[in-house]
């Protein structure tokens, strides 16, 4: 979690979220979002990996709109316009076999629709 961290969501009203930021050491922080509160503070959390939980209260489901960790400071500067890459190479290391999957392997049977999608528009090497 980064120092002067905070979560920071909307929540419809009746309903109430509780949030715990716990640690590994067993350490936490929290609060409670409500439709007046939209902000719960995790900055003792700094430095430190956490699990987030949110619990709804006052309701049997809640929804959360717009949750995001933010820090204090000004907003990121934009990026300056750029060319876009005139090469990407993805490489992807998986489970899955080379030779089971279609696109390398014609007739392969397992299924894969995003990659044959990507495959379309790409050059594909088999060697």
Same mark, same amino acid.
């Given at each position: 979690?980064? !120092?002067? =961290?905070?979560?920071?969501?909307? #929540? ?12 590994? !050491? ?13 902000? #719960? +503070? ?15 209260? +006052?309701? /049997? ?12 400071? *000004? /907003? *990121?500067?934009?990026? /300056? *316009?750029?060319?876009? *890459?005139?090469?990407? &190479?993805?490489?992807?290391? !998986?489970? &899955? ?8 392997? /014609?007739?392969?049977? =397992? ?17």
């Amino acid at each position: 979690m980064p !120092d002067g =961290a905070h979560l920071v969501a909307a #929540v419809g009203p009746p309903c109430r979220v509780e949030l715990r930021a716990r640690a590994s !050491d067993g350490s936490f922080a929290g609060g409670l979002l409500t439709g007046d509160t939209t902000r #719960v +503070d995790l900055g003792a959390m700094a430095g430190r990996v956490v699990a987030l939980s949110l619990t709804a209260r +006052d309701c /049997p489901r809640a929804t959360i709109k717009a949750p995001r960790i933010t820090i204090h400071g *000004p /907003p *990121p500067a934009p990026l /300056p *316009p750029a060319d876009p *890459p005139r090469y990407v &190479l993805l490489w992807v290391m !998986d489970a &899955l076999r080379a030779d089971k999957m279609p696109i390398f392997t /014609p007739g392969a049977r =397992a299924q894969t629709p995003n990659f044959i999608e990507l495959a379309k528009t790409s050059t594909v090497f088999r060697q």
